[in-house]
């Protein structure tokens, strides 16, 4: 705690104000510290078992409600393996499937709100975890794993000089895009289907 606390008052407070921070993205702000300071949260396990069980899925952060702060997360690691391409094992490929499992529910850490109502869906027994599937998928190929990696166990110490230093993310967006059309497409099949129904109710 006092490492965080050294670490906070010495950078992003000075920069950004974390107070600020802290009250609108608690999730965000003390994962994104986390991975700064230790470096087992940089890598595959450590992000996702680890991490993301501790401080998104058991602390009863809503993906299917709110997911805006999960996705700024996600930047924010892209950005990181940019910024120190051999700090971490796992590269952007990782962070999209994150991204994409969050809301097509394509593993079971994303159901439920807690872990009592995951118990309560018998989430372990009838679903694949993410850890699993990231298992199966590695038999296959290495596309999460950073061949650059090196461990390192020094704090990472980003500092933005410049907005130009921020890169975009194209295969985040893309698939954003497409999500987003297929969530329209869905309301659209939905509403034609209501919309029969309620004139056949009128025959």
């Avoid at 996702?48 to 998104?56: E, F, R, S, V």
């Avoid at 038999?139 to 907005?163: A, G, H, Q, V």
């Avoid at 975009?168 to 034609?192: A, C, G, N, Q």
């Amino acid at each position: 705690r006092k490492r965080y606390s050294m670490y906070v008052s010495s950078g992003i407070n000075a920069e950004y104000g974390h107070s600020l921070l802290l009250e609108t993205y608690p999730h965000l702000l003390t994962s994104l510290l986390q991975t700064c300071l230790e470096s087992r949260y940089r890598t595959i396990y450590g992000l996702t078992q680890a991490l993301l069980h501790k401080d998104w899925l058991d602390s009863g952060y809503k993906f299917k409600e709110v997911c805006s702060e999960f996705l700024l997360f996600l930047h924010c690691l892209r950005q990181l393996t940019l910024w120190f391409p051999t700090a971490f094992e796992y590269t952007e490929h990782l962070l999209l499937e994150l991204h994409t499992s969050c809301h097509a529910s394509r593993f079971g850490d994303f159901l439920g709100a807690n872990p009592r109502e995951r118990v309560e869906l018998h989430v372990s027994r009838d679903t694949m975890s993410l850890w699993d599937g990231i298992l199966l998928q590695i038999e296959c190929r290495d596309i999460y794993f950073n061949p650059s990696y090196r461990p390192y166990s020094r704090t990472l110490k980003p500092r933005i000089e410049s907005p130009e230093t921020v890169a975009w993310w194209p295969d985040l967006f893309l698939i954003s895009r497409d999500m987003d059309e297929w969530k329209v497409l869905k309301t659209r099949k939905r509403y034609s289907m209501y919309e029969k129904l309620k004139c056949s109710d009128h025959r």
